[in-house]
């Protein structure tokens, strides 16, 4: 049973940071393909950012500059390192896991932006 574990979500003023975590209980942590997506009310979900088995890493343009993903393989985490929130970046933040056909997504950790 595969489980992605969120936590560091919060509220924060604008401007401010905030590092989300994601635990993942896989085998073979170091071959998935992981990501950061973000729902937003009345939205759809989007990638904000993923990290692929070699550290190869991709960001949404609206978070370029501002959020950085990385992995600790030994740890089987994968981070998001979050400055100069803004309150649009307002959402659920889910950890997503990929290998080949298989899929995996955590329960969502809440981040709110605002003063």
């Known amino acids: 049973q595969v489980q992605l574990v969120e936590s560091g979500g919060g509220l924060v003023q604008p401007g401010g940071s905030l590092r989300l975590s994601c635990a993942a209980s896989v085998a073979i942590f170091r071959f998935y393909t992981m990501g950061w997506y973000r729902q937003a009310p009345g939205k759809q979900r989007e990638l904000v950012a993923g990290i692929d088995s070699g550290g190869g890493t991709n960001y949404a343009d609206s978070v370029k500059g501002r959020f950085t993903i990385s992995r600790d393989n030994a740890k089987k985490t994968v981070y998001l390192q979050m400055n100069s929130l803004k309150p649009e970046d307002t959402a659920v933040y889910y950890c997503?896991?990929?290998?080949?056909?298989?899929?995996?997504w955590g329960q969502g950790t809440q981040v709110t932006v605002s003063s």
């Open positions: 997503n896991a990929i290998l080949s056909d298989l899929q995996h």
